[in-house]
């Protein structure tokens, strides 16, 4: 939903813009594109993608400011930019085409790799350190709750009987055996979403976003996110109301903007994409 990220962000070429989830550059150079004296912060807590965005952005170099971070973070990202305030904030909450595929980051339950999951390798345990070693009953809670899977437990008690558990392929197995497909959707997926959210604490990150996203933004900016999952969906609606009703912001979609068909027909990983944007208040 680039096109649609751009137009709500609305991008003044003297601006100062934070991509708050740089990944692998594409939101970052389309907005360098449109920048004269003006720069775009990128962050990103995966320093192994903000270095190939740092590679792949190199001519616009000028226009761009590097930051290695949570969301927990920003306000170092503006310190270190010499900073007061940005005019606009966009943060695409999915996973990065790197982290999907690249075996080695466990995140795929397509391809053989370690159980890991982290977006930062630097830190934290990794996904099979849960898988491995939780007990059966918080495991399944975890699913359920991260994950939505009706099958927690079912799922929590096959994983259990078939540790140790050593790649994503071996697991991703065990839960198809343990809950057969039904749909087209693997079922693993939620599993692993439910894995990958615990593992990179999202949903904490994600209240912090939008805590300090209204603190960093100036008077008259934007702030745009893309979720995937209805439980960001719900903070990120919920947050942005809670900012209309208290007088800061006004809401910029009144209904959330999906993607287009034609879209969705060339790249399929959006159909589930959803955009939510406020402006804050002008004082």
């Known amino acids: ?36 004296t003006g720069f775009v912060i990128a962050s990103d ?39 007061g305030k940005v005019d606009g904030l966009l943060a695409d909450l999915g996973v990065s085409r790197y982290q999907l595929t690249e075996p080695e980051r466990g995140f795929s339950l397509m391809a053989s790799g370690p159980i890991d999951m982290r977006m930062d390798r630097s830190q934290g ?14 495991l ?27 790649t994503t ?7 198809e055996e343990a809950v057969p497909r039904t749909t087209r959707l693997h079922p693993a997926t939620q599993t692993f979403m439910a894995l990958r959210l615990a593992v990179n604490e999202e949903q904490e990150e994600l209240d912090s976003l939008l805590a300090v996203a209204p603190n960093i933004v100036a ?16 903070k990120v609606k919920q947050g942005f109301q809670g900012l209309v009703r208290s007088g800061r912001a006004i809401m910029l979609t009144k209904h959330v903007v999906r993607p287009s068909e034609e879209e969705v027909r060339t790249n399929p990983p959006s159909r589930s994409a959803k955009l939510r944007a406020v402006e804050l208040a002008s004082f």
């Open 1 to 36: 939903m680039l096109a649609e990220a751009l137009d709500f962000l609305a991008i003044r070429p003297d601006g100062i813009y934070l991509d708050a989830t740089t990944g692998l550059g594409g939101h970052t150079r389309a907005i360098a594109e449109r920048l004269t």
């Open 45 to 83: 807590r995966d320093a192994e993608s903000l270095q190939a965005a740092k590679d792949s952005l190199g001519e616009l170099a000028s226009r761009v400011r590097f930051h290695h971070g949570r969301f927990s973070e920003l306000q170092a990202a503006l310190d270190a930019s010499g900073v």
């Open 125 to 138: 345990e990794p996904a099979g350190d849960i898988v491995n070693f939780w007990a059966e009953k918080a």
């Open 140 to 166: 399944a809670d975890l699913i359920y709750q991260l994950g939505e899977e009706r099958r927690s437990r079912k799922i929590a008690r096959a994983i259990v009987r078939a540790r140790p558990i050593h």
């Open 169 to 175: 392929q071996d697991l991703a197995r065990v839960i």
């Open 219 to 234: 008077s008259g900016g934007r702030i745009v996110v893309i979720t995937f999952m209805s439980l960001e969906d719900r």
